[in-house]
């Protein structure tokens, strides 16, 4: 049987009285690179809010293993919240800081390491992401390709069980987009984590998904869920298959 690392259940988020997504049921298995995915405005960054505890569900939990998230007292759900990391869409970099003092952040405020020993451990992270050497460059002096790196090596900076990516190839070329893709499987491979990841980019939900589900936006909730090359091939709803098939055979 599967090992799930997040378990949704029953989940309804709304703003107030407006309903944006209904009873959604999905588990996110250890070892996972799971996408969420759908249409403009569908929910998806939502979703994630509510995964990471940013916003409460108007229904339904969370579960991070066998234990609900959504209903931990405060010093519990903190010490669940270590183990994650988030990369968000800008990158999130503190433009007043090296990249060895961004990745230092959580290090500081988590850990009892020396300057030092912080300093050390943000090398290792910026080399595992490819950026070795960058330690001392301001976020302005680098790409934005090794900008959502420097905020990859932050999101990794506490050895985390699960990564959470919103929208990580958002701003990129192409050729930088597939060198992300390439390293979040190096990373999950090599790190053993979980990655839950937020994209409507089909090079990535192809390249790395090993799982998915989709949300709708018409009928609020979702409506398809398994591996994205299945749902490309195989999925009886006309909505997902036009999502996965769009650029393709005339599609837009």
Known sequence: MADAHITVRNLT??????????????????????????????????????????????????????????????????????????????????????????????????????????????????????????????PSQISGGMQKRAGLARAMALDPDILFFDEPSAGLDPISSRRLDELIVELRDSLGATIVIVTHELASIFAVGTNSIFLDAESRTMIAMGPPTELRDHADNPTVRRFLLRGENGHE
């Not at 809010?49 to 759900?77: C, K, M, W």
Request: hydrophobic residues 45%; charged residues 20%; contains cysteine.
């Open 13 to 138: 988020m709304a703003y107030g009285s407006f309903v944006l997504q209904r009873d959604l049921n999905f588990a996110v298995n250890r070892g996972d690179i799971f996408v969420v995915m759908g249409g403009s405005g569908c929910g998806k960054s939502t979703l994630l809010r509510h995964l990471i505890g940013l916003n409460e569900p108007a229904q339904g939990e969370v579960f991070y293993g066998e234990e609900s998230f959504t209903h931990a007292d405060p010093a519990r759900r903190e010490l669940l919240v270590r183990r994650i990391g988030v990369l968000y869409q800008s990158g999130a970099l503190w433009s007043s800081m090296t990249l060895a003092e961004n990745v230092g952040v959580p290090l500081e405020e988590f850990t009892d390491l020396s300057a030092a020993e912080v300093r050390e451990v943000a090398s290792l992270k910026l080399s595992l992401v490819g950026l070795k050497g960058f330690e001392d460059f301001y």
